[in-house]
């Protein structure tokens, strides 16, 4: 039993168990017992909620006590600790066991020492070593990857996803991405005033916190982005990395602030704070969803652009009838066509906010067929993009299940094709299960595919079971071709009537029509 539980609950070489989740709730545990303790310090936040922040301390208190005695309970099933006679003692006396210990023993003494209020404020703030325990493993990784390596390949492997980056870099990706997310928080918080005045001095200290953080993470990237392919000239590299949308998001994430320090005394530029709310575009680069739905964007574009410009006419056509029927009625508010093009839109929208709206019995019929209309106009982009999106993803995910098959060439998986296929499930969203019913029917397609080279086909038909595994691989491929090639090009071969036969071109338009967008 004690095997089992330390197999799925603190073993990091057991793929698809509860390890990294538990570490990951810990870490962020501990970042939150950071905040508490800041926001401890302002008499008017704790003050009036003193009792949740002591049943938050408990709480934190109760998950860290049942770490530290599980991990000391499966201390023998740790290969750390296991080495000799007294195994739990060896993890008693570890650096690690020492600083959970020292995170929940405060709590403890408390209860039976007098100890001084700021004194245990402090030594709660040792929990923050805790996050050691993760940090440690993933930079003796990070070493080991990048053995032999020089500094501006091993900074490029920290903010940049490769190979060599390991966990390291997505503890630094969720780094860069936890400032994001509390940053743009104090942005919008710091807009009521009744908090603002409150945390006026923690909230500057946080924005220069955070602009350092940004900053250093631009700095860093410039730096190392010539190790990256297509950016390899130390000069037109950067320069090209910089006009780049991720890029140029990043520069604007920390602008408005040098800005406001060098030039108030010359330009009132407290407008440029609100800008601090695009550090949410940084979010963007951290989510394969984004790069998907840009893709399928540029895909649709045509059709897209083609409902707009649908929807376009229709709303300055209604807005030209609406100013027509209603201008003589309510001069005031259908007082010209741009004026009515608003309430057009509105009421094409289907949200209809009643501050524009018609009295003439003619007006309001023109409405209701507007408003039916609108229902239908207005949903083309979202099917489009929602039908596009979803075809996108199906063949990315074929495309992956291709890799898979030729990664099986050789029978096995190494550690560099594992990392890709992570990459490539976390961008596409599947799960464990999924990825490795990819990988399981990806071997036996190559199974089979072994079994039936260089067989005839007189061969072939006298074994079914391999017959319909070569059939289904040859349709797969012909899929594959009708989703990637250019339609019009391929079109044009097979109604040749010199290049191809009847039925070839029938098999042709069954396959174009099952592989068009829902």
Same mark, same amino acid.
């Given at each position: 039993?004690?095997?089992?539980?330390h197999?799925w609950?603190?073993?990091?070489?057991?793929?698809?168990?509860?390890?990294?989740?538990?570490?990951?709730?810990v870490?962020?545990?501990?970042?939150?017992? /950071?905040f508490?303790?800041?926001?401890e310090?302002?008499?008017?936040?704790?003050d009036?909620?003193?009792?949740?922040?002591?049943?938050f301390? %408990?709480?934190?208190?109760?998950v860290?006590? $049942?770490?530290?005695l599980?991990? &000391?309970?499966?201390?023998?099933?740790?290969? @750390?600790?296991?080495?000799?006679a007294?195994?739990?003692?060896?993890?008693?006396?570890?650096?690690?066991?020492v600083?959970? /210990?020292?995170?929940? /023993?405060?709590?403890? &003494?408390?209860?039976?020492?007098? =100890?001084?209020?700021?004194?245990?404020?402090?030594?709660?703030?040792?929990?923050?070593?805790?996050?050691?325990?993760?940090l #440690?493993?993933?930079?003796?990784?990070f070493? @080991?990857l990048n053995?032999?390596?020089?500094?501006?390949?091993?900074?490029?492997?920290?903010?940049?996803?490769?190979?060599y980056?390991?966990?390291?870099?997505e503890?630094?990706?969720?780094f860069?991405?936890?400032?994001? =997310? =509390?940053?743009?928080?104090? =942005?919008? *918080?710091?807009?009521?005033?009744?908090?603002?005045?409150?945390?006026?001095?923690?909230?500057v200290?946080l924005?220069?916190?955070?602009?350092g953080?940004?900053?250093?993470?631009? &700095? /860093?990237r410039?730096?190392?982005?010539?190790?990256?392919?297509?950016h390899?000239?130390?000069?037109?590299? !950067?320069v090209?990395?910089?006009?780049?949308?991720?890029?140029?998001?990043?520069?604007?994430?920390v602008i408005p602030?040098?800005?406001?320090?060098?030039?108030?005394?010359?330009?009132?530029?407290?407008?440029? !704070?609100?800008?601090?709310? *695009?550090?949410?575009?940084?979010?963007?680069?951290?989510?394969?969803?984004?790069?998907?739905?840009?893709?399928?964007?540029k895909?649709?574009?045509?059709?897209?652009?083609?409902?707009?410009? %649908?929807?376009?006419?229709?709303?300055?056509?209604?807005?030209?009838?609406?100013?027509?029927?209603e201008?003589?009625?309510?001069p005031?508010?259908?007082?010209?066509?741009?004026?009515?093009?608003?309430?057009? $839109?509105?009421?094409?929208?289907?949200?209809?906010?009643?501050?524009?709206?018609?009295?003439t019995?003619?007006?309001?019929f023109?409405?209701?067929? *507007?408003?039916?209309?609108?229902?239908?106009?207005?949903?083309?982009?979202?099917? &489009?993009?929602?039908?596009?999106?979803?075809?996108?993803? !199906?063949? @990315?995910r074929?495309? #992956?299940?291709?890799?898979?098959?030729?990664?099986?060439?050789?029978?096995?998986?190494?550690?560099?094709?594992? @990392?890709? %296929?992570?990459?490539?499930?976390?961008r596409?969203?599947?799960?464990?299960?999924?990825v490795?019913?990819?990988?399981e029917?990806?071997? !036996?397609e190559?199974?089979?595919?072994?079994?039936? +080279?260089?067989?005839?086909?007189?061969?072939?038909?006298e074994?079914?079971? $391999?017959a319909?595994?070569?059939y289904?691989?040859?349709?797969?491929?012909?899929r594959?071709?009708a989703l990637?090639?250019?339609?019009?090009?391929?079109?044009?071969?097979?109604?040749?009537?010199?290049?191809? +036969?009847?039925?070839?071109r029938?098999?042709?338009?069954?396959?174009?029509?099952?592989?068009?967008?829902?």
């Amino acid at each position: 039993m004690r095997a089992f539980f330390h197999q799925w609950l603190l073993d990091p070489n057991t793929r698809g168990n509860y390890q990294a989740a538990i570490d990951r709730f810990v870490a962020l545990l501990i970042i939150a017992n /950071l905040f508490a303790l800041v926001l401890e310090g302002v008499p008017a936040i704790h003050d009036p909620y003193k009792e949740w922040f002591h049943i938050f301390d %408990i709480f934190s208190v109760v998950v860290f006590t $049942v770490e530290y005695l599980t991990r &000391l309970y499966l201390a023998p099933e740790d290969e @750390e600790f296991r080495r000799g006679a007294f195994p739990r003692w060896n993890y008693v006396r570890s650096p690690f066991a020492v600083i959970d /210990l020292i995170a929940i /023993l405060p709590f403890y &003494l408390a209860a039976f020492i007098a =100890v001084d209020l700021r004194m245990l404020r402090a030594l709660r703030l040792l929990r923050i070593f805790k996050i050691l325990r993760v940090l #440690l493993p993933a930079y003796r990784e990070f070493q @080991e990857l990048n053995r032999g390596r020089s500094f501006r390949q091993k900074v490029h492997a920290l903010v940049w996803p490769s190979a060599y980056g390991g966990q390291l870099h997505e503890f630094f990706d969720t780094f860069i991405m936890v400032w994001v =997310v =509390v940053s743009v928080l104090a =942005v919008v *918080l710091e807009s009521v005033l009744a908090i603002h005045y409150v945390l006026n001095l923690e909230f500057v200290i946080l924005d220069i916190v955070a602009v350092g953080v940004f900053t250093m993470e631009y &700095l /860093l990237r410039m730096y190392s982005v010539v190790e990256s392919e297509g950016h390899r000239h130390p000069v037109v590299g !950067r320069v090209k990395y910089a006009s780049s949308g991720n890029a140029i998001i990043d520069f604007l994430a920390v602008i408005p602030f040098f800005l406001e320090a060098f030039l108030h005394h010359l330009f009132d530029l407290r407008f440029l !704070r609100v800008f601090r709310l *695009l550090r949410l575009l940084k979010l963007t680069k951290y989510t394969g969803a984004t790069s998907t739905m840009f893709v399928v964007i540029k895909r649709e574009w045509p059709v897209m652009a083609g409902a707009g410009f %649908i929807m376009l006419l229709l709303v300055v056509l209604t807005a030209s009838l609406g100013y027509l029927f209603e201008h003589e009625a309510q001069p005031d508010k259908f007082e010209n066509i741009p004026q009515a093009i608003y309430w057009a $839109v509105i009421t094409l929208a289907s949200v209809g906010y009643g501050d524009i709206s018609p009295v003439t019995p003619i007006g309001r019929f023109m409405t209701i067929i *507007l408003a039916l209309m609108g229902i239908g106009i207005f949903a083309i982009p979202a099917a &489009l993009l929602s039908s596009a999106f979803s075809d996108q993803l !199906r063949i @990315e995910r074929e495309t #992956l299940a291709n890799v898979l098959y030729n990664m099986m060439a050789d029978g096995q998986i190494s550690h560099e094709e594992q @990392e890709i %296929i992570d990459r490539e499930a976390k961008r596409l969203h599947l799960s464990d299960d999924e990825v490795q019913r990819l990988i399981e029917r990806a071997r !036996r397609e190559r199974e089979l595919k072994d079994d039936h +080279t260089g067989l005839s086909i007189t061969k072939l038909v006298e074994r079914p079971e $391999v017959a319909i595994e070569l059939y289904r691989e040859m349709l797969g491929q012909m899929r594959q071709i009708a989703l990637l090639v250019d339609a019009q090009a391929m079109d044009r071969l097979i109604d040749d009537p010199g290049r191809t +036969t009847p039925l070839e071109r029938s098999i042709w338009k069954v396959i174009r029509e099952a592989t068009k967008p829902a």
